[in-house]
């Protein structure tokens, strides 16, 4: 089977994890702020936070900006399902726009049609680490005086113009997880230029204990200043971390050169689109999605990629299409009960109607894209078996389809 993703290790990495393992420190070490360092001078911001997942990242920044039950924030359906859960964790309503159907992110035009006096921040994904339209949302967020929020877990060593994903909002997150373009085994990055913003999220993730630069005193190490979480970084995550930014350029290199042989591969393929790249743009590539044709069966396609051993997956099942959301997608008094409970009550009545959203684009995207096996080191010939599997399903495909509709 071509595996879907895989994590570009070498020996720079494996000699970092060791060296932490020599020295006994395996937690709140030098290695942590030196990753947190690496990743700040990279995005051009001043503050970064090493933390255990992106997830744990969006909820820190939830909370860092204030946000709680009554609030609504604009977001995208069309995401993983973590950019939704750190809003539902402290009870904020999300309310979905559609996307641009050349990019896949926020439709900025979009978002500005949603916002309304309980709007308190615009939370954007650079979806597959294609960044989002960051200048219309900072514009839109100006006007009426909203947070932004950055979900750029997808997008490390993206740009767009001069200034590089992370960058824009009033703070971002990066997540590391192995089929990311760096990754730490698991790990998230929040990078801000609010000192304020740095310092909270700091604090709870090491269980609310004083944010103070510098080792805690041990008489300080048993006081808690606020709710805090155990959203911190390893030292071994660090180091896999700080070896991975060293390589970061080259890891992107390569992972951009399958993305153009995937291009080239498939220029010409019928049914099939390409991804999609705006100008002014340097993308730094999570997956490679092919869109299909309307009248091509997605599940078909991608059962008879895996009959030629060619893994694949449905990138992205909108997020109000999940199973877990499919009960606050009624009306309220038919909530299920287990679900009731796990909610605020006027989080479950503002959800049940904000999960019903009219999402053409969003859905149309989210019944048609295939994500193929991508990542720095799949080779010229995988990628060519690839396509040919794709080319062989494609054509069986399209001939049960001209023989439903000539039966029809």
Known sequence: ???????????????????????GRLALGPRSVEFEQLVARHVGVRHAVAVSSGTAGLHLLVRALGLGPGDEVIT????????????LYEGVTPVFADIDPDTLCLDPARVEELVTSRTRAILAVDVFGHPADWPALERI????????????????GSSLGSRRCGSFGDAAVFAFYPNKQITTGEGGMVVTRNARIARLC??????????CPGPLATTRWLEHVRLGYNYRMSELAAALGCAQMSRLDRIVNRRRRVARRYDRLLAGVAGVRVPNCR????????????????RLNRSRVMAGLRRQRVECADYFRPIHRQPCFRPLARPPRSLEPSVSRSLEPSVSRSLASELRPSLPVTEAAGR???????HGRLSPADQQRVVQALNRTLATETLFARRNHAAG
């Open 1 to 23: 089977m071509i595996a879907l993703s895989g994590a570009d290790i070498g020996p720079a990495e494996r000699q970092a994890v060791s060296a932490v393992l020599r020295s």
């Open 141 to 156: 967020a100006r006007k009426h005086h909203l947070a932004l929020i950055e979900d750029s877990c997808e997008a490390l």
């Open 279 to 294: 100008p002014g743009v340097f993308l730094s590539p999570f997956v490679y999605c092919v869109r299909l044709a309307p």
């Open 76 to 87: 995208t359906s069309f995401s993983f399902v973590a950019s939704v859960n750190c809003l």
């Open 202 to 211: 700091r604090s709870m993730a090491n269980q609310g204990r004083s944010s």
């Open 368 to 374: 048609r894209l295939v994500a193929l096996p991508f």
